[in-house]
Nanobody, 120 residues
Framework: QVQLVESGGGLVQAGGSLRLSCAASGNIDSFNVMGWYRQAPGKQRELVVTITNGGRTDYADSVKGRFTISRDSAKNTVYLQMISLNPEDTAVYYC??????????????WGQGTQVTVSS
């Protein structure tokens, strides 16, 4: 079992920044990729970014150049640094962990989510 706990969400003005954190505990060897999803009310869940154990990253076009994912192995924590936020970034952000086969991602573990609200 793996537990994921997100933090760092909140209310920010357009153009501002936030850093989300996702702390993993339990069987840390049960996954080789972590990522961030987001979902706004009435919209489909969107994969924001992934990072593999090897450090390979993949960003959605909507956040490229603005969001950066990173890891702190000593703390078993992954971060999402978000800059130049706009109202379209408003959503619940979910941390997830799973496996990347080389063909597809399979996310088996999910955090409870943290709300990010960007005002105009």
């Amino acid at each position: 079992q793996v537990q994921l706990v997100e933090s760092g969400g909140g209310l920010v003005q357009a153009g501002g920044s936030l850093r989300l954190s996702c702390a993993a505990s339990g069987n840390i060897d049960s996954f080789n990729v972590m990522g961030w999803y987001r979902q706004a009310p009435g919209k489909q869940r969107e994969l924001v970014v992934t990072i593999t154990n090897g450090g390979r990253t993949d960003y959605a076009d909507s956040v490229k150049g603005r969001f950066t994912i990173s890891r702190d192995s000593a703390k078993n924590t992954v971060y999402l640094q978000m800059i130049s936020l706009n109202p379209e970034d408003t959503a619940v952000y979910y941390c997830s962990a799973g496996f990347y086969t080389g063909t597809y991602y399979s996310f088996n573990y999910w955090g409870q989510g943290t709300q990010v609200t960007v005002s105009s």
